[in-house]
């Protein structure tokens, strides 16, 4: 595609519900990050792909937040049992090369709302 | 760990003057600075970048500026205008730390007419 398509745009779940968001990255691209932005702050890192492999997963906040990427493509970044405080903005990006200095593209994100 | 200083945290000014936001960083491995501009609910898109083994780089209005001996990189934007209003991140990845990509926590800019 175009650029990299995040879906649903805004997801609104009750404490505890699971849910599960989606990352299509532009096609051919090997690399593949999910970041989580809260209100007024930088985007922070959670979890890094390289194809189907996950390099990086680092920065996921809990054993709550789970991420795949199974044929190296699209991505799904689930989180069972939400709680108020992972209501933020999921970022997916995507860069063409596995290499650390390559621009990274943005995804229009997930708003996700915790009530 | 790493980590990344961003100031100011809001930054108004006129139409047609400078604009300069700075950065400094702990990770002197570190030898990539990307700065992202954030329009109001869309996404971060990359404005311009800098490597470590130059100091000075220069895209039209914008110019990045770096000093590794002192760990800090700066973004200038010359003659702003109303559309350069957003929030702007500067970034790096750390040399150790696989992939992860650390952004400052942001500069509101106002460019008022």
């Known amino acids: 595609g175009a650029g990299v398509s995040q879906s649903p745009r805004y997801k609104v779940a009750k404490r505890g519900q699971d849910v599960a968001l989606r990352c299509d990255p532009i096609?051919?691209?090997?690399?593949l990050f999910w970041y989580q932005q809260a209100l007024g702050q930088g985007p922070e890192f959670l979890t890094y792909?390289?194809?189907?492999?996950?390099?990086?997963k680092s920065g996921l906040p809990s054993d709550r937040f789970f991420a795949e990427r199974p044929e190296g493509s699209v991505s799904t970044l689930k989180i069972q049992r939400t709680q108020q405080e992972d209501s933020a903005v999921y970022l997916c990006?995507?860069?063409?090369?596995?290499?650390?200095?390559?621009?990274?593209?943005f995804g229009q994100g997930t708003r996700l709302t915790v009530v | 760990g790493e980590n990344v200083e961003q100031h100011p945290s809001t930054l108004s000014v006129q139409e047609g003057d400078s604009a300069v936001i700075k950065c400094t960083y702990s990770?002197?491995?570190?030898?990539?600075f990307p700065w992202y501009k954030q329009e109001l609910g869309k996404r971060p898109q990359l404005i311009i970048d800098?490597?470590?083994?130059?100091g000075e780089k220069k895209d039209q209005r914008i110019a990045v500026t770096l000093n590794k001996t002192a760990k800090h990189f700066s973004l200038h934007i010359t003659e702003t205008q109303p559309e350069d209003s957003a929030v702007y991140f500067c970034?790096?990845?750390?040399?150790?730390?696989?992939?992860?990509?650390?952004f400052g926590a942001g500069t509101r800019l106002f460019v008022k007419a």
């Open positions: 990006a995507s860069s063409s090369a596995g290499q650390r200095n390559t621009e990274a593209f």
């Open positions: 096609s051919g691209h090997v690399s």
């Open positions: 792909f390289q194809n189907e492999a996950q390099l990086d």
């Open positions: 990770d002197s491995a570190s030898n990539y």
């Open positions: 800098i490597r470590s083994n130059v």
């Open positions: 970034a790096i990845i750390p040399r150790v730390g696989g992939f992860k990509t650390i």
